[in-house]
């Protein structure tokens, strides 16, 4: 028979996140990636393929949503170069 608080554990909130969790490594890792020729011509692709790319009124919701997973993940990219590059 399980104890009542087993399974419970969810609702405690998640413990602070140390230094290693920080994800200034990875950050970095991404600044280094991109700073090269070859990952700015990557970014740039990717920029095209998605932020600067629209979509037709024909477009389905399905279609909508995937390019707009696709943005957020370049974003995301973005972002976490642009922190790895600042070291903060």
Do not use: K, N
Request: a negative charge; glycine letters at 10%.
């Amino acid at each position: 028979m399980l104890r009542p608080e087993t399974g419970w554990t969810w609702f405690d909130p998640p413990p602070p996140p140390t230094a290693e969790d920080s994800g200034l490594d990875l950050a970095q890792a991404a600044a280094r990636v991109f700073a090269s020729g070859d990952g700015e011509a990557l970014l740039r692709h990717l920029r095209e393929m998605t932020l600067e790319r629209c979509l037709g009124p024909d477009s389905g919701d399905a279609a909508l949503r995937h390019l707009e997973g696709q943005r957020h993940l370049v974003l995301h990219l973005q972002a976490l170069a642009a922190r790895g590059r600042a070291g903060s």
